[in-house]
Nanobody, 122 residues
Framework: LQLVESGGGSVQPGGSLRLSCATS????????VGWFRQAPGKEREGVAC????????DYEDSVKGRFTVSRDNAKNTVYLQMNSLKPEDTAVYYC????????????????WGRGTHVTVSS
């Protein structure tokens, strides 16, 4: 099982991007979905996790108030809306499914997708 991330790009500080996470292989509606990121030279870290119904969301402290996770189970897609982007948000962003909420630390998972690159620079 593997999810496909999209929507990355290059933006200036203060800009916005919306990432998408989708699959055609299975129904995401039974799974929590976690967003993770890996900056150059750093370990992968958790960004946010949304439960299967989209009712409960956890955010990493550095993105609270700037990033918003949502999901549309009818479209089998989870979104990460990123506003007020900072250079330190530059990373490859990944999503991954989990049968349980909250999501586990990144080392727990193995079936990572390709991710989508986000670059925040002036």
């Amino acid at each position: 099982l593997q999810l496909v991330e999209s929507g990355g790009g290059s933006v200036q500080p203060g800009g916005s991007l919306r990432l998408s996470c989708a699959t055609s292989e299975f129904s995401l509606s039974r799974y929590a979905v976690g967003w993770f990121r890996q900056a150059p030279g750093k370990e992968r870290e958790g960004v946010a996790c949304i439960n299967d119904k989209g009712e409960i969301i956890d955010y990493e402290d550095s993105v609270k108030g700037r990033f918003t996770v949502s999901r549309d189970n009818a479209k089998n897609t989870v979104y990460l809306q990123m506003n007020s982007l900072k250079p330190e948000d530059t990373a490859v962003y990944y999503c991954i499914e989990d049968l349980f909420f909250p999501c586990s630390p990144p080392d727990y998972y193995h079936n990572w997708g390709r991710g989508t690159h986000v670059t925040v620079s002036s």
